[in-house]
C-alpha cells in the first residue's frame, strides 16, 4: 500500500503561480511512475502530468504545456507539480497518484491506469 497527501492549494489570481506537492509513505516511490490528475467541478477527472520512476521522462496534457513542470524527489518520496500563469480553467481538485502501468503505456494517461491516490488538493484561480 502507498498513501498519497497532497498540499499546496490554495487561491489565486489569474496569472499566478502555485506548488503542489505530494508526499507518499508505506514505500518508495522510486519504483512507480507518478501523475497529477484534475476535476473541476461536475467533471470527470482528467489528466494533467506524468512523470517516470527516475525523473528523466515527464509528458503533459496540452492545456498545461509550457505552464506546469512536474519533478520529483525520491530521496524525500516527494512529487512536485509548478503550475505557473494559472487560468480560471485550471480551477478543480488535483490529486497525484500512482501507476504500475508502462509509462509509454496508453493507460498512464487514464484515471483507471493508477492504483493508488491522495485526498486531493483544491486549487482555484480568479479571473
Known amino acids: 500500500q502507498v498513501q498519497l497527501v497532497e498540499s499546496g492549494g490554495g487561491l489565486v489570481q489569474a496569472g499566478g503561480s502555485l506548488r503542489l506537492s505530494c508526499t507518499a509513505s508505506g514505500r518508495t516511490i522510486s519504483n512507480y511512475h507518478m501523475g497529477w490528475f484534475c476535476q473541476a467541478p461536475g467533471k470527470e477527472r482528467k489528466f494533467v502530468t506524468l512523470?517516470?520512476?527516475?525523473?528523466?521522462?515527464?509528458d503533459y496534457a496540452d492545456s498545461v504545456k509550457g505552464r506546469f513542470t512536474i519533478s520529483r524527489e525520491n530521496a524525500k518520496n516527494t512529487v512536485y507539480l509548478q503550475m505557473n500563469n494559472l487560468k480560471p480553467e485550471d480551477t478543480g481538485v488535483y490529486y497525484c497518484a500512482v501507476t504500475r502501468r508502462a509509462y509509454s503505456s496508453s493507460y498512464a494517461k487514464s484515471v483507471s491506469g493508477y492504483d493508488y491516490w491522495g485526498q486531493g488538493t483544491q486549487v482555484t484561480v480568479s479571473s
Open positions: 512523470i517516470s520512476r527516475s525523473g528523466g521522462s515527464t
